[in-house]
């Protein structure tokens, strides 16, 4: 078989040309045949006998040229011409179809001259056949018309900016070509596209919010904003590229949001105070999403929430204290009632609905975020620090725990609706800086309620001290937790003395039961030598004999005060069950051997004090129940009056309790405050300068307030006070040389 005869450059190349025209009048739809796979198989053929042929004859150098050539012809006689003909949307899908076409082009002709590819391009590390066509289109078509492609894709967005129906498919078919002669980068997009749609963007909204502000209310505008906003994200996901959605959004929030946040915010009638004020939850929760968008954009809005809710809370004070000096004014001259009064107690439910108000704004229209819950809190702290009407909130919401658990109180609630509210009450004890006072008055009001029988359930009492200790920490709950205990162990120490007192067959005139209690958990109470009757006197040294066996090393201290008796009282018409203080009992007891009393002879019989004599006779005398008669019977005692039993006293009552006027605690609540609170801070300067030997006097404050503002907001002059006293006791010392440094002495 004889040598293939060479095909020479020209010849070839009259062949392959053919195969080109053939497929340009197939892609400009002229008539033409389909390519017949013989045809197809020539063309390759020849590219690659062309290529594979011997010295001088290989022409891969020359083919690789020409393929690129073949392009330029192409565009610079269909494909230009045709774009120049058409402007806007027509240039766009012309410029698609041109650009569809050519990749169909590179397609075929990378088959035909597949074998450069293969091994000419590879072997001399040249751009590949699929490169060399979209290098062509991108300098000679899109470099040309990416200008006009660009206005025209705006000039599209702008109109559907303004309600009109665009080709989005198109749009984002034209933006691919962009992405595509990028060649793997997002230069072009960005540099030819990109900048200019940001540009525009920005010129668009500018002059929207311009007018928008001038005519719209805020809600009308936020409204606006938000929708502007999801149609540019739908832009994005529709035919923008993802990494232009940061950028696009970022003008539109500029232009929206950060240029006329204050503006906005402040609208006289409609701004953000007044959907505060009208309770317009829904835009208050679309000035949230909106805002929340803007680099600290919602730092003022939180600060307009912290003033309306201030604003909110400064007018139930002003109220409650209205209410409870028009109260006194009322009351002025009648017996003066105990703190907690309905005033009071309305006031804290006030201040519990106004928390969960706002709580639900927070959680529902500011997504539960941390910069809410913070001026939600420090609202609260501004106006639950105040007095209402002469009265800390601390007392108040003591006295409201108080009402809600004690039997007969005035909050008539399911054991569910208890619970809840106790939450809720423990809740705002957080922003209480007096907790100290709070944790003093509450424990002296369980006291009331332990040692009176008057808890109404055990299990609300467990609870609250639990909500407590979790709230506060297990020493703010220590005391209280120990006077539970302590009369679960007394009611044990009851049934222990009946058993004694049954087997040695004591026999007594009286019942008696006696609580136990452990001096350090309870509130002080006043010890008074009280000259008890015969028959209380036997049952008392019972006890002691009893209790001095098992408890050699402990010593009692009897406090009657605190004591309940039931004395039966036989008056001219009917006998009546009276429910007496043992003070009011062993005053009455007297008049079994008297007819008549003096203020003197009751002094001197009891051995009690003068204002102790004159509280037991006001209340039997002077009050309500006169179970005394007063010789003279004016209003008003006095220490020259006498006493005897109004035998005609009757009641549709078959029991009747005769209280006693109610002592005002809070001074004696105070002081005692006030003490604890000396002796913590003494115990935390020690406590800081222990651990670090030297302090200067500012860094010792600061220490020292740090660990003592969750119980109290200590005064920084107390502490001054006590660093003094600290030195005079040789706890501290100053430095020589510094005043203003202490060290610590061991």
Not at 50 to 68: F, G, I
Not at 475 to 488: I, N, Y
Not at 617 to 643: E, G, W
Request: charged share 30%.
């Amino acid at each position: 078989m004889g040598e293939r005869k060479p095909i020479e450059l020209e010849a070839g190349w009259n062949y392959m040309e053919s195969g080109i025209r053939k497929l340009i009048r197939l892609l400009e739809k002229e008539p033409e045949e389909q390519f017949k796979p013989d045809l197809y198989m020539m063309l390759y053929t020849t590219i690659y006998n062309m290529c594979t042929q011997k010295p001088p004859h290989d022409y891969s150098e020359q083919l690789y040229v020409r393929y690129r050539e073949a392009f330029a012809k192409y565009i610079d006689e269909r494909v230009l011409k045709a774009l120049e003909a058409h402007s806007d949307e027509y240039l766009l899908k012309e410029l698609y179809q041109r650009w569809s076409n050519h990749k169909v082009m590179v397609r075929w002709l990378s088959r035909f001259f597949n074998y450069l590819d293969r091994y000419h391009i590879t072997r001399h590390g040249l751009p590949s056949l699929a490169d060399v066509g979209l290098i062509q289109f991108k300098d000679r078509v899109y470099q040309r018309q990416k200008s006009n492609a660009c206005a025209a894709i705006l000039k599209a967005i702008e109109r559907e900016r303004e309600g009109d129906q665009v080709d989005r498919a198109l749009l984002k078919n034209v933006l691919d070509i962009f992405i595509e002669v990028g060649m793997n980068t997002m230069e072009a997009y960005e540099q030819d596209f990109e900048a200019a749609l940001l540009t525009e963007t920005g010129e668009y909204y500018r002059r929207k919010a311009a007018a928008w502000i001038e005519e719209d209310s805020c809600p009308d505008y936020m409204l606006k904003a938000e929708e502007r906003l999801k149609a540019e994200e739908g832009r994005v996901s529709n035919y923008l590229h993802i990494n232009s959605r940061v950028k696009l959004l970022f003008q539109v929030e500029t232009e929206l949001l950060a240029k006329y946040e204050m503006q906005l915010l402040e609208k006289e009638h409609s701004g953000c105070a007044a959907l505060l004020r009208d309770d317009k939850k829904e835009d208050l929760a679309r000035l949230y999403r909106l805002f929340q968008r803007v680099p600290k954009g919602l730092d003022p809005v939180a600060e307009t929430f912290k003033k309306h809710v201030e604003s909110e809370g400064m007018k139930l004070v002003r109220e409650a204290t209205e209410s409870m000096e028009a109260k006194k004014d009322k009351d002025a001259g009648k017996p003066s009632k105990e703190t907690g009064g309905a005033n009071e107690h309305q006031y804290i439910r006030d201040v519990i609905a106004l928390h969960d108000k706002y709580m639900q704004y927070v959680t529902e229209c500011f997504s539960n975020s941390s910069i809410f819950h913070k001026a939600l809190k420090e609202a609260f702290e501004q106006f639950c620090n105040k007095q209402v009407g002469g009265t800390s909130s601390a007392e108040l919401m003591a006295s409201f725990c108080d009402n809600l658990l004690k039997k007969g109180g005035s909050e008539k609630l399911s054991d569910d609706a208890v619970e809840g509210t106790l939450e809720k009450v423990v809740r705002l004890l957080a922003y209480i800086s007096d907790k100290d006072l709070f944790a003093e008055f509450f424990r002296k009001k369980l006291a009331r309620r332990l040692l009176n029988s008057n808890s109404a359930s055990d299990e609300h009492e467990r609870s609250i001290l639990s909500r407590l200790k979790q709230q506060c920490g297990a020493q703010f709950t220590s005391k209280m937790e120990g006077m539970v205990t302590d009369l679960a162990l007394a009611r044990e120490k009851q049934q222990d003395f009946e058993r004694w007192r049954n087997e040695d067959d004591r026999s007594v005139p009286i019942d008696m039961g006696v609580t136990v209690l452990t001096t350090g958990f309870w509130p002080t109470y006043k010890a008074v030598d009280l000259a008890l009757p015969q028959e209380m006197v036997t049952c008392v040294e019972h006890f002691k004999e009893w209790y001095e066996v098992s408890n050699k090393h402990r010593k009692l201290t009897w406090i009657y005060a605190l004591g309940i008796c039931n004395l039966t009282a036989h008056f001219d018409a009917r006998t009546i069950d009276l429910v007496l203080s043992t003070f009011q009992a062993t005053l009455l007891l007297l008049f079994n051997d008297a007819e008549k009393l003096s203020f003197t002879e009751v002094k001197e019989r009891m051995n009690i004090p003068d204002e102790d004599v004159l509280r037991l006779l006001h209340s039997l005398a002077c009050a309500k129940h006169k179970i005394l008669l007063k010789d003279p019977p004016t209003r008003n005692l006095s220490k020259t009056d006498s006493f005897s039993v109004n035998a005609k006293f009757t009641s549709t009552m078959r029991r009747l309790k005769i209280p006693l006027p109610p002592v005002d605690e809070k001074k004696k609540v105070t002081e005692d405050v006030e003490k604890d609170r000396r002796y913590a801070i003494d115990a935390a300067i020690v406590r800081t300068m222990k651990s670090r030997k030297t302090l200067n006097h500012q860094q010792l404050i600061m220490e020292v307030v740090q660990q003592l503002t969750r119980m109290f907001q200590p005064d920084f002059r107390i502490i001054k006070k006590r660093i003094e006293d600290l030195i005079e006791r040789d706890y501290l010392e100053r430095d020589a040389s510094n005043p203003n440094l202490y060290r610590y002495l061991a």
